[in-house]
């Protein structure tokens, strides 16, 4: 049997550890606030790139009752634990026919091309997928940058 035993004194790698989870609590702290900053200013813009609406198409009698603009709801769910924070954007329209119009509301596009009626298609209704994703897109993007930017803050505070 052959057996290792190391002894010492762990105090500095103790003060090593406390000081990364006290960093990580700042971390997480300010992905949380970005995470928000950034819904606020970039929500009404999703929402309002949700709501498109193509021009009539020529010869229609269908009269527009706008539902389907007025249903787009884009909610923000954040949750934090050990691993850090989890940010979900939630894209939803409980109006009854939005699939046929705009395509499914999923990550598969194959399913939201599937569901949205070939006439509106034709007649200039954008897949609500292409648009959530290009706004999720923007997000997560800015989101790096400024989690990036806030944490070299974060440090350079830290080695002062």
């Not at 198409?57 to 989890?86: C, D, H, I, M």
């Amino acid at each position: 049997m052959y057996s290792v035993r190391v002894t010492g004194d762990t105090r500095a790698l103790d003060n090593v550890l406390a000081t990364l989870r006290e960093f990580s609590d700042d971390v997480r702290e300010q992905a949380t606030e970005i995470a928000r900053e950034l819904y606020a200013e970039l929500r009404p813009l999703m929402v309002s790139g949700l709501q498109f609406y193509p021009p009539v198409p020529p010869g229609s009698k269908y009269v527009r009752t706008f539902r389907l603009r007025r249903g787009w709801v884009v909610s923000l769910q954040l949750e934090g634990g050990n691993a850090g924070v989890q940010i979900d954007l939630v894209v939803t329209n409980p109006t009854p026919y939005t699939k046929w119009v705009v395509g499914t509301l999923t990550n598969i596009d194959a399913l939201a091309r599937q569901t949205q009626r070939d006439f509106h298609a034709r007649h200039g209704w954008p897949l609500a997928l292409n648009t959530a994703r290009y706004w999720f897109d923007q997000y997560a993007d800015r989101f790096v940058n400024a989690l990036a930017a806030g944490v070299g803050d974060i440090l350079r505070k830290r080695v002062k």
